[in-house]
């Protein structure tokens, strides 16, 4: 398992696609905190964040689409199914190498917070917990886009289908206002991650929505072990 994590982060560094999402996210995350937080000269950045969480939708899928899909596409994925590590071992070694990069990403627009230290009088428990609240949001992404690399040799689809599924479970919140029926307004706000996240914009700690980020990922971490599983054997 350690062995392809290594492998993974080195990938990330020795081609374009590290830099090339360490380069969007920053110049994504850093337009969009000028125009939430420094040009509407607030301390706040709740705004930013939940923003943010739309900006994931482009990005993330841009972490995970080669995941699988290029291991498929350059035939190597014989290699791994044989190698004496476990199918879950290998789902978990690549989810894990795709977050490393996310949090540190992450971690690194955090200096967009110094101005705000300096010249205003932010809320930092609430930062810090909207921080917890989109770094687990983040490995829900990630484990989306890694399931969906499993299912195609095509980078461009896997990053295609993982940005539809992510615009289902963002955009619930949005469509749950359109529609009138009960139950399907139930549905939809039970499995938006964005509705979820608000409270953390409140500066609560959130278990429910914690617990709730956590089962997604374990979900669609499972799928992907899953469908691993029926190609070795079929």
Request: glycine residues 6%; contains cysteine.
């Amino acid at each position: 398992m350690l062995a392809i994590y290594k492998k993974e982060m080195r990938t990330y560094f020795t081609t374009p696609l590290g830099y090339v999402f360490i380069a969007v996210f920053l110049a994504v995350s850093g337009f969009i905190f000028a125009v939430s937080t420094l040009q509407s000269q607030t301390s706040d950045i709740s705004g930013y964040f939940q923003l943010m969480i739309f900006g994931y939708i482009v990005m993330i899928p841009i972490l995970t689409m080669r995941s699988f899909a290029e291991e498929r596409r350059a035939k190597t994925e014989q290699i791994l199914m044989t190698s004496p590590v476990s199918i879950t071992g290998m789902v978990m070694a690549k989810f894990l190498a795709a977050f490393t990069m996310f949090a540190m990403t992450v971690l690194a627009s955090c200096l967009y917070y110094l101005p705000l230290l300096k010249y205003g009088e932010p809320n930092v428990a609430k930062a810090f917990g909207c921080l917890i609240a989109m770094l687990l949001i983040g490995t829900c992404f990630i484990a989306v886009g890694i399931f969906v690399s499993t299912l195609t040799e095509s980078a461009v689809t896997a990053s295609i289908g993982t940005m539809g599924i992510l615009v289902g479970f963002a955009g619930a919140a949005i469509f749950n206002n359109l529609i009138d029926t009960y139950i399907i307004r139930y549905v939809l706000s039970w499995i938006s991650i964005y509705s979820r996240y608000v409270n953390f914009t409140y500066g609560i700690f959130d278990i429910a929505a914690t617990l709730y980020y956590l089962s997604i990922t374990a979900i669609f971490l499972f799928l992907a072990v899953r469908v691993y599983e029926r190609r070795r054997y079929a």
